[in-house]
């Protein structure tokens, strides 16, 4: 029996397509979502469902269609605050939407021991982050800590509440890492520029 890699949990599971007639949800990373009705009548297509994370996934011969892959972390963020955050894509992905928050409160903690503060309203105190920001951090850190410490009812968070959560993280690891890094780029391409100027 051939494997196929699940583009949630990166696992290699059994490539065995879904026989039984139901309708399965298909999430994507970004927390799109569509149905698909197994067994699919499309030849050359099949669902299978992950022997680990559970998840189904549409598959052909040359591999998995959809869920496209969770996207990688941009290099530039530190690795650290890069494998909480992948926590949070793939926590969001398989609909552990209570692991995905406190994995996104853990990305927020390692963000601040990486820039050497104690809090996070220190992020806006030195200048990483906007006051726009700091207010949605701590709005994610309070999320967490009821995900974490109330006696909730899972379904308390919907996707689109992850999504949310996901998005504005991305923004602020971008704000504080990505958009730096290609400022950085921009300079150098600049003074490139401009020794070369000179010497014509």
């Known amino acids: 029996m051939s ?35 197994c067994p699919i009548n499309v030849r050359g297509l099949k669902v299978v469902r992950c022997g680990f994370c559970r998840e189904y996934m549409v598959v052909t011969k040359k591999g998995v269609v959809w869920p496209p892959p969770v996207s990688p972390v941009s290099k530039v963020i530190p690795e650290k605050i890069a494998e909480a955050y992948t926590d949070v894509l793939r926590g969001h992905t398989s609909g552990a939407r209570l692991g995905a928050l406190l994995s996104a409160r853990t990305t927020l903690y390692r963000l601040m021991h990486d820039m050497g503060v104690s809090r ?37 968070f919907s996707n689109d509440d992850v ?7 991305r923004r602020v690891l971008d704000t504080v890492y990505t958009e730096p890094h290609r400022a950085r780029q921009l300079a150098s391409i600049t003074s490139a520029a401009r020794s070369n100027a000179r010497s014509t």
């Open 3 to 37: 494997r196929v890699r699940c583009p949630m949990c990166k696992e290699w599971t059994v490539n065995r397509a879904v026989r039984s007639k139901k309708k399965v949800r298909l999430v994507s990373g970004s927390g799109r979502q569509v149905t698909a009705l």
């Open 120 to 156: 996070l309203d220190d992020l806006l105190e030195q200048g990483h982050i906007t006051s726009a920001a700091s207010d949605g951090v701590n709005q994610i850190r309070r999320l967490a800590n009821i995900a974490a410490h109330e006696d909730i009812d899972t379904g308390m």
């Open 163 to 169: 999504s949310r959560v996901l998005e504005f993280l």
